[in-house]
């Protein structure tokens, strides 16, 4: 697994799992029951994670990813049990809503697997923050503050394959633990910009 720590809270990771092991879950997630790409809608479609043996590799994959990311090493910190989290598969072409947006308060995590088999980089999706933009290479994940603000870049019509994701929330469950977003904001802006 390589790591990049962007900034503080930030992390992007590569070749997360052993590749037998990612194309077996990329194919277990992709075949899912009620995961049918061909009837993505404007935006995205979404599909819950119900299957426990999916659901094992996904709490394997989040327990390696958090022991690489620093700020979560200290004494004392834990994280709720992996309880949310759905897949996702986002719409080709023009998107009116891919916008700024956040997804959580100041104690929570996301985390986005991507699951695709092949990605090329004009085919876009990549996912942006301030300074820095992610192209969603398979076998990668992102792990970032949900209270910082980011968008997904519309995926080409000419993309031969849907941007597939598993994206799940963790929320740190010590009482006075949070992550200062705005510090990390102002880090981001600071940084050169970069396509990674």
Same mark, same amino acid.
């Given at each position: 697994?390589?790591?990049?720590?962007?900034?503080?809270?930030?992390?992007?990771?590569?070749?997360?799992?052993?590749?037998? &092991?990612?194309?077996?879950?990329?194919?277990? &997630?992709?075949?899912?029951?009620?995961? @049918?790409?061909?009837?993505?809608?404007?935006?995205?479609?979404?599909?819950?994670?119900?299957?426990?043996?999916?659901?094992?590799?996904?709490?394997?994959?989040?327990?390696?990813?958090?022991?690489?990311?620093?700020?979560?090493?200290?004494? *004392?910190? *834990?994280?709720?049990?992996?309880?949310?989290?759905?897949?996702?598969?986002?719409?080709?072409?023009?998107?009116?809503?891919? %916008?700024? @947006?956040?997804?959580?308060?100041?104690?929570?995590?996301?985390?986005?697997?991507?699951? @695709?088999?092949?990605?090329?980089?004009?085919?876009?999706?990549?996912?942006?923050?301030?300074?820095?933009?992610?192209?969603?290479?398979?076998?990668?994940?992102?792990?970032?503050?949900?209270?910082?603000? %980011?968008?997904?870049?519309?995926? +080409?019509?000419?993309?031969?394959?849907?941007?597939?994701?598993?994206?799940?929330?963790?929320?740190?469950?010590?009482? +006075?633990?949070?992550?200062?977003?705005?510090?990390?904001?102002?880090?981001? +802006?600071?940084?050169?910009?970069?396509? &990674?």
């Amino acid at each position: 697994m390589r790591v990049n720590k962007i900034t503080d809270w930030v992390y992007n990771f590569e070749d997360v799992l052993p590749i037998n &092991l990612f194309m077996a879950l990329s194919d277990m &997630l992709t075949n899912a029951e009620g995961y @049918h790409t061909n009837d993505v809608r404007p935006g995205n479609t979404k599909m819950f994670v119900k299957d426990p043996q999916v659901f094992a590799i996904l709490l394997h994959l989040r327990e390696k990813l958090f022991e690489q990311v620093d700020e979560l090493n200290g004494p *004392d910190i *834990d994280w709720n049990p992996l309880e949310f989290k759905w897949c996702n598969a986002l719409a080709k072409g023009p998107v009116n809503d891919a %916008h700024w @947006h956040t997804d959580g308060g100041p104690r929570e995590l996301m985390i986005v697997f991507y699951f @695709h088999h092949n990605w090329k980089a004009e085919w876009n999706g990549k996912l942006q923050f301030e300074n820095v933009e992610l192209y969603p290479k398979p076998n990668s994940a992102v792990i970032f503050p949900a209270e910082l603000h %980011h968008r997904i870049e519309p995926a +080409s019509m000419t993309a031969e394959e849907w941007r597939r994701t598993v994206t799940f929330p963790t929320e740190v469950t010590q009482a +006075s633990w949070t992550i200062n977003v705005k510090d990390v904001q102002e880090k981001l +802006s600071k940084l050169e910009k970069a396509v &990674l």
